[in-house]
Structures are given as C-alpha cells and as structure tokens.
T-cell receptor, first 113, second 117 residues
Framework: DGGITQSPKYLFRKEGQNVTLSCEQN?????MYWYRQDPGQGLRLIYY???????QKGDIAEGYSVSREKKESFPLTVTSAQKNPTAFYLC????????????FGPGTRLTVT | AQTVTQSQPEMSVQEAETVTLSCTYD???????LFWYKQPPSRQMILVIR??????QNATENRFSVNFQKAAKSFSLKISDSQLGDAAMYFC??????????????FGKGTHLIIQP
C-alpha cells in the first residue's frame, strides 16, 4: 500500500535535547511538508521541500531543521532552540510543485519535559 | 498573507440531519484552491473535498458539498444525512495557485463536529 509513515507515534524527550522525527513516503511525490498542530489550533507550516536537496522555511521554522537527501524521506529535527516543542507534528506530501492535494501521515506526538 | 477563519469552534447535529460548517478567507489572489479536511480522533488528516477558485460550480462528494462564494470569500461545507462516523474536527484550508504551490496550506482553527445519536 502506498502512503506516508511517521515514526514513532509518541516521542518523549528531556528539555535541551535535539530530537528527529521521521517521515517516509512511497507515493513517488516530489513535494513534502511538515506541519505543527497545537490544541485548539489549525496546522501551521514549518518547512517544505519541492525536490531533493532543496527546502524552504514555512511560517514557524525557528528552532527546527530539515533535510531532503532522498525523495522518499523528509526528517524533521526539533532543536533545543525551539521554545515550545511539545506538539503534534504532521508530515504531508503532494505529487509535484503544482500538485494541489496534500496527503498526510498519521502524525507524531512529541512531549518535551 | 492569506488567512482562514472558522467562526464555529463547535457544532452539534442530530444523526441523519444536515449541518453546515462555515469558513471565510482573506486573500488578494484570484486563483487558488480551497479544501475541507476531516481529523477524527485518530488525528489522521483526511481530505473531504476540494474547490478550485476558477470553477463556479460547487464541488460535491457524496454527502458532502460546498457553497463557494468567491466574491464574499466564503467556503462553507454542508454535510447531509449526518452519520456517527462524521464526528471529527473539520478544517478549512487555502492554497495559492501561484508560486507552484510552494507555500503549503493555510488552515483555519477548526470546527469540532458532534453527532448526536
């Protein structure tokens, strides 16, 4: 089955540690995205990538970093510089730069204490 | 920058009845896409319906339909014959048709839909 996988579903970290969230897709999509969701809020765009080895900052990129070394993979690192890292993180992909439908993974709940 | 507003934090409807969720947006662009996504308790985001701004005809998908009013910048979702499985958070989202869609989606804050049996 084609789809987007995110692992793990729940992640716990101590404050001050960097943590990397995984996102893999086998849909052969060119574009990939990371969103953050807080309680009572919609999703906000963190980073996006249209092709391999290229990515751009979204609305709330501070304290996050990404890489896109392979078409299938777009990991997100939450660094210690992110002031409020506890949130639900969703990865998405779309067919191409002009593709307008985004397909979402199941998400990762990150808790930092 | 575009903004999306969902003015109803929560809505409740009896099973088998019809409910309408509201969404307004602000943009200076003339070409764009609008979406409704559903997020059930599993938190998986599921695309419900999409609308292309240059199409005047309202999109429909089975029991789901939209009322797209471009001049009013309004994009409401109507759910007919509500079912228990429709209970979820519903998010309205905007995407520019320019810049190759580089900016991702802009979401509203969501409406929590409750279905009363």
């Amino acid at each position: 089955d084609g789809g987007i996988t995110q692992s793990p579903k729940y992640l716990f970290r101590k404050e001050g540690q960097n943590v990397t969230l995984s996102c893999e897709q086998n849909l052969n999509h060119d574009a990939m995205y990371w969103y953050r969701q807080d309680p009572g809020q919609g999703l906000r765009l963190i980073y996006y990538s249209q092709i391999v080895n290229d990515f751009q900052k979204g609305d709330i990129a501070e304290g996050y970093s990404v890489s896109r070394e392979k078409k299938e993979s777009f990991p997100l690192t939450v660094t210690s510089a992110q002031k409020n890292p506890t949130a639900f993180y969703l990865c998405a992909s779309s067919i191409s730069r002009t593709g307008d439908e985004q397909y979402f993974g199941p998400g990762t709940r990150l808790t930092v204490t | 920058a575009q903004t999306v507003t969902q003015s109803q934090p929560e809505m409740s409807v009896q099973e088998a009845e019809t409910v309408t969720l509201s969404c307004t947006y602000d943009t200076s662009e003339s070409d764009y896409y609008l979406f409704w996504y559903k997020q059930p308790p599993s938190r998986q985001m599921i695309l419900v319906i999409r609308q292309e701004a240059y199409k005047q005809q309202n999109a429909t998908e089975n029991r789901f339909s939209v009322n797209f009013q471009k001049a009013a910048k309004s994009f409401s979702l109507k759910i007919s014959d509500s079912q228990l499985g429709d209970a979820a958070m519903y998010f309205c989202a905007y995407r520019s048709a320019y810049r190759g869609g580089a900016d991702g989606l802009t979401f509203g804050k969501g409406t929590h839909l409750i279905i009363q049996p």
